[in-house]
């Protein structure tokens, strides 16, 4: 792997941009592989990673039936905080912001990570109640959070309606908290674990499993056989899908998760914006666009459009805060599908085949926790054991009944 440096920069220049080598390869499958990620997104790429750089296990495949980042990776909105309620939340995903700090200087790829804080707003008694509370638990936590005066609010973000139909009474900040560049975080995973080793193989559907004696030996693909003895699942959505092919089912319900994006503006909003209580969040892209996001639909589904109902409640709310967005018009809209559990946790770890690893059910906090879900995973598959932060999260929790809630901290209602 050519380092990208000013250097090496100025050095293409010369030539017109033209000799630059290409990011990553796109070999055949190998017959056999010590370890096999199916899915190409963030986490799959980052477990690939980790699993070279940090374990030292290069003969790995990650398997991706379409092109990388084309899933979850590239429909989110590409929030990143850790300021979640439960210990073990905050250590999970405190772990990925610590990574995300120096993510572009580790993959020496610039993954545009904007630390410009997240607010989440307070609009009656209960949601003071409820930011006093996860405030007071991250800070036992070793989360940073500060508590806003409306009048912060006010100073932070001038352009913000502070008693129109939802008054602001406070909010939570997490200063730590921010955006990155979704397709920036895949392709240098990407581009990084391929200088390791790893093989990334796209275009490559999974279609089953063979298991022998309670254990994966292989997996078939539409490109076809590939032996391994560990395997790995992070398929976001779909995961229930690959589960029901290897035998085995997941206490999980996949739904439509929508967003849209304005026409881009000059820079007027330069921290994330989010409502639990009305359900909305904002922020502002390096290209002026708004992204904007609410709540997953109320059905069961894997329609990448979702319905119209929801559109319309978030531009309503959205609108109440800040009235000046009236007159901007919306260039895109999509829809990812969010893989939710019962307690809006995530499970990783081992599943009921020997040798099978799943990452899933992250709902709406998959992309601020891939460089955290990538390394704890890469360790659990590398160890045959779950990793000491992830073992609460695995799926035992739901039949001894030791779940982690965060229904109330996702900020999306679901």
């Not at 990155?180 to 895949?186: E, N």
């Not at 895109?332 to 899933?360: E, M, Q, Y």
Request: glycine share 12%; with cysteine; hydrophobic share 45%.
């Amino acid at each position: 792997m050519s380092r990208y440096s000013l250097w090496s920069l100025a050095r293409n220049a010369l030539t017109g941009h033209r000799d630059w080598p290409r990011a990553w390869r796109s070999p055949a499958p190998q017959p056999d592989y010590d370890v096999v990620i199916v899915g190409g997104g963030g986490h799959g790429l980052a477990t690939a990673y980790y699993l070279a750089k940090a374990f030292g296990i290069t003969r790995v495949a990650v398997l991706e039936k379409g092109w990388l980042g084309g899933g979850n990776t590239g429909r989110n909105t590409t929030i990143i905080r850790s300021n979640y309620l439960t210990q073990e939340s905050a250590a999970l995903y405190d772990h990925a912001v610590t990574l995300w700090e120096g993510l572009s200087r580790d993959l020496n790829f610039n993954v545009m990570f904007s630390p410009r804080g997240l607010l989440h707003l307070a609009h009656h008694v209960h949601d003071l109640q409820e930011i006093g509370r996860r405030g007071h638990a991250n800070w036992l936590n070793g989360v940073d959070a500060e508590f806003m005066t409306p009048a912060q609010i006010k100073a932070m973000v001038p352009i913000i309606n502070l008693h129109g139909r939802y008054p602001i009474l406070g909010g939570l900040l997490q200063r730590r908290g921010g955006i990155a560049r979704h397709d920036a975080v895949a392709w240098g995973y990407a581009r990084a674990a391929d200088a390791l080793g790893v093989d990334i193989i796209q275009n490559c559907e999974v279609t089953g499993f063979r298991i022998d004696g309670g254990a994966v030996r292989a997996v078939e693909t539409t490109r076809g056989t590939i032996a391994s003895r560990r395997v790995g699942i992070v398929v976001a959505g779909h995961s229930s899908v690959l589960a029901g092919l290897a035998g085995f089912r997941l206490p999980i319900d996949s739904t439509p998760l929508q967003a849209l994006v304005s026409e881009p503006i000059k820079p007027v909003l330069d921290v994330v914006i989010m409502s639990n209580t009305i359900h909305v969040y904002v922020s502002q892209s390096d290209k002026g666009e708004l992204v904007i996001g609410a709540g997953s639909d109320l059905h069961n589904s894997y329609s990448q459009r979702g319905a119209f109902s929801v559109i319309e409640h978030t531009v309503e709310p959205l609108l109440e805060l800040f009235p000046s967005f009236s007159r901007l018009r919306m260039m895109r809209h999509w829809a990812g599908i969010v893989d939710v559990t019962r307690d809006r946790s995530p499970i990783i770890g081992k599943t009921p085949v020997d040798g099978l690893f799943i990452n899933c059910g992250w709902g709406t906090g998959g992309f601020k926790a891939t460089p955290g879900s990538g390394h704890l995973f890469a360790a659990t598959i590398a160890r045959d054991e779950p990793h000491a932060i992830v073992a609460p999260f695995g799926l035992d929790r739901f039949v001894s009944g030791a779940l982690i809630d965060e229904a109330a901290a996702a900020a999306v209602a679901h």
